[in-house]
């Protein structure tokens, strides 16, 4: 067994046996406060801390609470994404229906965004999707108005 140094009164006492020490603590000499150590252990340490030297039917030490576990990383929402796509696909593909889709989508994800508490993100993307669907919107409106101006235009005989 190593022998034990301990603090008493300010002052660093020892070396002693462990059952001297022991003895001390459990008939009261001692509290259980005391700072002890022995070679080995790397910084000094309250008896009570000390598995050796705790008394019989003392409950051993309670151990610290765990860290908290890490938060999840923020997920792109999935909206937003279906808002860009629509509304570049109605680009080149569905007259209206894209553009539709991607606007709504867009203002349906900006909200869940703001909602997630930082959990998602993709507000750029949500936005982008709203913007390109109004661009889009507007181009078709431009291209049925010319359509409509050149059927009527061709009906009548220009």
């Known amino acids: 067994m190593s022998d034990w140094h301990y603090v008493e009164d ?18 009261g000499q001692l509290p259980l406060s005391t700072l002890v150590w ?12 000390v598995p050796e030297l705790a008394p019989a039917g003392q409950p051993p030490p309670v151990p610290p609470p765990l860290p908290p576990a890490p938060a999840a ?15 570049v696909v109605g680009l080149t593909m569905c007259l209206f229906i894209g553009q539709i889709i991607g606007i709504v989508l867009g203002h349906s994800a900006k909200r869940e965004i703001a909602r997630s508490e930082g959990r ?3 507000d750029g993307l949500a936005t982008a999707g ?19 101006w050149f059927v009527v235009a061709a009906g009548s005989g220009f």
């Open 10 to 27: 300010g002052a660093t006492k020892g070396p002693v046996e462990e059952g001297d020490l022991k003895g001390r603590i459990e008939t």
């Open 38 to 49: 022995r070679e080995g252990m790397a910084d000094w340490q309250e008896a009570r801390a």
């Open 73 to 87: 990383p923020p997920q792109t929402s999935g909206k937003a994404i279906g808002a860009l796509i629509s509304s």
């Open 120 to 122: 998602l993100t993709g």
């Open 130 to 148: 709203i913007v390109v669907g109004w661009i889009g919107l507007l181009i078709d409106v431009i291209l049925v108005v010319i359509w409509g």
